[in-house]
């Protein structure tokens, strides 16, 4: 058996690549998995066909950190397959499992949003491919097509608030 480096991608020599590189029949595939994400579920066809031009896909190892609670926040990942398994790392150095995030699932959106460091760490629970959307894309989105800008901005928005809505119910006790 031939062992790889960490990082290393057999079926590609670099680290990020471009969905709209890939076949017609693929390109359809990306755009029914990507209309399922509640973040992309508003989006029309020709919105969707846009925003794979910003999407980047990041292969990881089981057990390869995608990042660590404190690191900054850069953009959100979406598990394309796979899963990841979040943790939070207390103040002993040890690490308490939150959940783990499957197909379709994502995380890291509030970094879309705001400045602040990763509030939880990581970790590839097997072999996965995250799709990720980094800030830096987003804005350059808002400059070439306002309007997907903000309907994606309006709708992270939305789901982040029914986040904390749920938080504070839970918190408090209320179902």
């Given at each position: 058996m031939q062992h790889y480096p960490v990082g290393y991608i057999?079926?590609?020599?670099?680290?990020?690549?471009?969905?709209?590189?890939?076949?017609?029949?693929?390109?359809?595939n990306y755009f029914f998995?990507?209309?399922?994400?509640?973040?992309?579920?508003?989006?029309t066809r020709r919105q969707i066909d846009k925003l794979q031009r910003i999407i980047h896909i990041r292969n990881f190892s089981?057990?390869?950190?995608?990042?660590?609670?404190?690191d900054p926040g850069v953009g959100l990942y979406i598990v394309?397959?796979?899963?990841?398994?979040?943790?939070?790392?207390?103040?002993?150095?040890?690490?308490?499992?939150?959940?783990?995030?499957?197909?379709g699932d994502f995380f890291g959106e509030t970094s879309l949003?705001?400045?602040?460091?990763?509030?939880?760490?990581?970790?590839?629970?097997?072999?996965?491919?995250l799709w990720g959307l980094f800030k830096p894309d987003l804005l350059n989105l808002f400059d070439s097509d306002p309007k997907?800008?903000?309907?994606?901005?309006?709708?992270?928005?939305q789901i982040v608030a029914e986040r904390l809505r749920l938080l504070n119910n839970s918190l408090c006790g209320i179902q």
């Open positions: 057999m079926e590609k020599n670099y680290f990020w690549s471009n969905p709209l590189k890939k076949s017609g029949h693929e390109n359809e998995f990507l209309s399922s994400v509640p973040i992309f579920d508003s989006l089981k057990d390869e950190i995608v990042f660590r609670q404190g394309k397959d796979g899963s990841v398994d979040v943790y939070n790392e207390l103040n002993d150095m040890t690490c308490h499992k939150i959940t783990t995030l499957n197909h949003l705001n400045e602040t460091p990763r509030s939880a760490t990581i970790i590839s629970a097997e072999q996965s491919v997907l800008g903000l309907r994606l901005i309006f709708r992270l928005s």
